[in-house]
């Protein structure tokens, strides 16, 4: 083979370290763009919050005693004010100072010696499994009984229902313990009336039924309720009311009542134990009406504040050899001080394009959202559609009608009659609206909505109302049929 040289000419697109800091920047969510300029700020010394400074901690490097000054007011340079820092750390907790610091309780004293009481942080509620065993420890139970109610427990999913039979639990237990299966369904009794009603049970059927059989013998129409979770829980869940009223033998009247006995029940006892973590929205963007106009303007309390710290800049302005380490980590700063303040410039003109667009969303509801696309908000402002989708996912815009993730304001559209679109948003807020307003009785199939929007000039197919109708979690016509 011969070896021969040659000289090619390409173009590639290559991502600067800023960039690409931009870039993710702008993709983050609130909380996750808080935790990315954490790990920043204990990574960076030279980046630092813009918050004001602690009353307490300024007389530490401004108080002096005019008396006993002999001089004018001499200002400590960069390395002096570093320097007494260092002192002043390395100092913490010798002599007396030390014993003042209090750990642990809620409760301290102030610089006056006076008590004063700590925010205590709310301890967990105990989980599902935790509240079970608590009573069974609290019960008159032989040890045996105890542990196979113990190993029953771990059987129970987070809704509170045993996931496995108890024949499939008796095979897991080894046989020199030589436990019965009558021996375990008792134990399975016992875990059955324990708190909350319903927990232990093995079907929905049994979790209302043991719900039922714990309230008052007096409950009006206890009997036929019953009757009804035991036999004809299908028959329910069908709307079929006729039938029911033959099959429990009750007028019109008591059947209402016993289906709202039913309904009162909880078919999830173990969801009240789940500890699951709340996701609070924290709003990117607030929209208000100044002066007849509708204005889109930064949420300042979502703004992180940022800055160059100006002590280590100074020191790194007038030192060359002994920091050169360190410029590159200003430089870092600089860049996330401005991509951070480019970030939510971004979002602010997004914002504001995408009221100017859903004036009337705002003025009337969701019922009257117009179409709209990224490309749309791209070519306006001139940016790449890509762009605009990672500004508007996890950005949220509070306005007087709720807060709404951006992505919201975006939607395809439906041709109407007179050649016109129509927003699948307001469509789905069209279906809505006439679900809340049909007769509970005879409620609207899907062909009669689709027939409804049409003569409203909106041609909508079956099908297509039915997945809207799915995406916003409504049941279909005959399930939605009540007494």
Not at 154 to 159: G, I, S
Not at 239 to 267: F, G, H, T
Not at 341 to 363: G, K, M, N, P, Y
Not at 405 to 433: N, P, W
């Amino acid at each position: 083979m011969k070896h021969s040289l040659q000289l090619r000419l390409s173009q590639h697109l290559t991502l600067t370290p800023q960039l690409q800091q931009s870039i993710k920047l702008l993709q983050l969510s609130t909380q996750e763009l808080d935790l990315e300029i954490e790990r920043y700020l204990r990574e960076n010394p030279l980046l630092e919050r813009e918050e004001p400074i602690a009353e307490s901690f300024v007389p530490v490097m401004m108080q002096s005693d005019p008396l006993q000054s002999n001089g004018p007011e001499a200002t400590p340079s960069p390395e002096q004010e570093i320097s007494a820092s260092s002192e002043s750390f390395d100092n913490f907790g010798s002599g007396d100072t030390f014993s003042e610091v209090s750990y642990g309780s809620g409760a301290g004293r102030d610089e006056e010696g006076e008590e004063r009481d700590y925010p205590q942080t709310p301890a967990l509620a105990p989980s599902l499994r935790e509240h079970l065993v608590e009573q069974i420890g609290l019960m008159n139970f032989s040890q045996r009984d105890h542990a196979l109610m113990s190993m029953l427990i771990e059987t129970l999913n987070d809704d509170g229902y045993m996931t496995q039979s108890l024949e499939d639990v008796l095979e897991l237990i080894p046989e020199e313990l030589e436990v019965e299966a009558e021996e375990l369904k008792i134990a399975l009794e016992h875990l059955q009336h324990l708190d909350p009603p319903g927990v232990g049970a093995q079907s929905l059927s049994q979790c209302l039924r043991l719900q039922l059989k714990a309230m008052s013998q007096d409950t009006p129409l206890l009997d036929k309720a019953l009757d009804l979770v035991n036999k004809h829980l299908e028959v329910l869940a069908a709307r079929d009311y006729a039938k029911l009223r033959r099959l429990i033998k009750c007028d019109e009247d008591e059947l209402r009542r016993v289906q709202k006995l039913i309904v009162s029940l909880n078919p999830k006892p173990g969801r009240n134990f789940s500890n699951t973590e709340i996701r609070y929205v924290v709003p990117d963007v607030s929209v208000s009406k100044i002066k007849g106009q509708w204005v889109a303007s930064l949420n300042r309390e979502a703004m992180p504040k940022l800055r160059v710290n100006k002590l280590y800049s100074d020191i790194l302005s007038r030192s060359h050899s002994s920091a050169q380490h360190l410029s590159s980590q200003l430089q870092e700063a600089k860049w996330m001080v401005k991509n951070v303040q480019q970030r939510f410039d971004t979002i602010l003109r997004v914002s504001q394009a995408i009221v100017e667009r859903q004036i009337q969303f705002l003025e009337h509801g969701a019922i009257a959202m117009k179409p709209l696309v990224l490309r749309e908000i791209a070519d306006v402002l001139q940016l790449h559609e890509s762009t605009v989708s990672r500004v508007t996912t996890n950005k949220y815009m509070r306005t007087p009608r709720g807060i709404f993730e951006l992505k919201y304001f975006f939607g395809s559209h439906v041709g109407t009659d007179g050649g016109g679109e129509a927003s699948s948003t307001a469509i789905r807020a069209l279906i809505k609206q006439l679900v809340a307003n049909e007769n509970s009785r005879k409620p609207l199939s899907d062909s009669q909505i689709s027939s409804i929007l049409g003569q409203q000039g909106m041609v909508v197919a079956r099908r297509t109302v039915a997945k809207y109708r799915e995406s916003m979690q409504i049941l279909p016509g005959n399930l939605r049929k009540t007494l």
